[in-house]
């Protein structure tokens, strides 16, 4: 039973360009979550997403960041236009459809550097 | 908004030995999840052991225990029989249950631990 998969594990971009990051949640999950994570700190939450719906983007910045989580794919958190304050590790994690005392899983993670 | 508060950037302990993990937290809500989070350096995040809050009970999981307070708001963690495993950052978590953005999970800033020999 495949965990929740995120890519790339590893993502370089230039000033200016386009990060997109990929989740897929684990087999049976339809909730998906999105966290950052700066250099030492703790994680903070962005968007919540259930399947063609954004439920909770409160902890989203306003401008160049967006997220989806289509009827088929994985979810995509899309990132214009980047910015050196964009490095840091974006997490995904995943849980199953209205169990609010199930624990949410979380991927490995995006490390997203900007050059 | 709920805040969750780990008080101790870096924590060390001896082998085998039993060491506290601090988290306080804040909220007008009368049930909620705790969870305790540990992410070594690899950086995954592994659930550690996780508590709801109408339980009066403290959760264990094997080496792993808690010492919640409720009327304190304190949530702390044990470890104990510290093994060269155990280091890693441990994050305190809360979610909370009736409010409509429930799921999210809010982080504090995290422990480090160290386990020597």
């Known amino acids: 039973n495949a965990g929740v998969m995120q890519n790339p594990r590893h993502l370089v971009r230039r000033r200016g360009q386009e990060a997109r990051l990929r989740c897929s949640p684990m087999?049976?999950?339809?909730?998906v979550y999105w966290y950052r994570q700066l250099p030492e700190e703790g994680l903070k939450f962005m968007v919540y997403l259930q399947k063609e719906n954004i439920i909770d983007e409160s902890g989203m910045p306003k401008e160049r960041f967006s997220a989806e989580f289509p009827k088929e794919g994985p979810s995509i958190l899309r990132i214009q236009q980047v910015v050196r304050g964009d490095s840091a590790a974006y997490f995904c994690?995943?849980?199953?459809?209205?169990?609010?005392?199930?624990?949410?899983?979380f991927g490995d993670g995006t490390r997203l550097s900007i050059l | 908004a709920q805040t969750v508060t780990q008080s101790q950037p870096e924590m060390s302990v001896q082998e085998a030995e039993t060491v506290t993990l601090s988290c306080t937290y804040d909220?007008?809500?009368?049930?909620?999840?705790l969870f305790w989070y540990k992410q070594p350096p690899s950086r995954q995040m592994i659930l550690v052991i996780r508590?709801?809050?109408?339980?009066?009970q403290n959760a264990t999981e094997n080496r792993f225990s808690v010492n919640f307070q409720k009327a304190a708001k304190s949530f702390s963690l044990k470890i104990s029989d510290s093994q060269l495993g155990d280091a890693a950052m441990y994050f305190c978590a809360y979610r909370a249950v009736y409010t409509g953005t429930a799921s999210k999970l809010t982080f504090g800033t995290g422990t480090r631990l160290q386990v020597t020999l």
């Open positions: 087999k049976g999950h339809s909730h």
């Open positions: 994690a995943s849980s199953p459809e209205g169990l609010l005392n199930q624990p949410q899983h």
């Open positions: 508590q709801e809050a109408y339980k009066q």
């Open positions: 909220t007008s809500e009368s049930d909620y999840y």
